[in-house]
Structure formats: C-alpha cells, structure tokens
C-alpha cells in the first residue's frame, strides 16, 4: 500500500498550487480522503476531508474554507487538494491519509508548501 504527494513547492503569497496523493495497491476509492498539514514547532492540524463518494461530501478546516478545495479521482485513485490565495501561515508539510470506515489508515510521506510573503 502506498499513498504518494507530489505539488508541493514554494510560492509567494496569493499564489495558488494543487496538491495530489496518488494511491496505489488498494482501493481509494472505498476509502475517505483527508488532508492534514503540520507547520515547523506546531502539532498537526486537520486541513479537510472528503468522503469515499465524493462530490459534495467535503469538510474543511475554518482557517482554509474558501481557499481550498479537496476533490478526488475515483478512476485514478488520486486526491486532490487546490490552494488558492496561499497564506504564509499556510507554511507546512502537507500530508495525505486514507482513512476506511473500519478504522484502517494509510498516510503518504509529506510534500512541503512554503508560502512567501
């Protein structure tokens, strides 16, 4: 099982960049999908979640409501996070989980985001 990201990079504030954690060697699609970042010194923080279904099944962190948006690719077994209008407190190392309604969770290793002022 493996969960990869890959779109993380640095960007000045009010830029935008789209995160993706492709799945491989299970089912995505029967799994929810969440994004949670953790900022240097800081402990992790929940960014959003969308259910296995998809569509309108999505849930965000108030710090990011409005900016991004968590979308998956049931076909391509791939999430998907859009950052629009970074924030340089936005900074931090993004990772992706599947999350099953039985309690099993897989994570992928992280992809940076840093936000310039």
């Known amino acids: 099982v493996q969960l990869v990201e890959s779109g993380g990079g640095l960007v000045q504030a009010g830029g935008s960049l789209r995160l993706s954690c492709a799945g491989s060697?299970?089912?995505?699609?029967?799994?929810?999908g969440s994004w949670v970042r953790q900022a240097p010194g800081k402990g992790p923080e929940w960014v959003s979640t969308?259910?296995?279904?998809?569509?309108?099944?999505?849930y965000y962190a108030d710090s990011v409501k409005g900016r991004f948006t968590i979308s998956r690719d049931n076909a391509k077994d791939t999430l998907y996070l859009q950052m629009n209008n970074l924030k340089p407190e936005d900074t931090a190392l993004y990772y992706c989980a599947a999350v099953a309604g039985w309690g099993t969770e897989y994570w992928g290793q992280g992809t940076q985001v840093t936000v310039s002022s």
């Open positions: 060697r299970f089912t995505f699609s029967n799994y929810g």
């Open positions: 969308i259910k296995p279904g998809g569509g309108s099944s999505t």
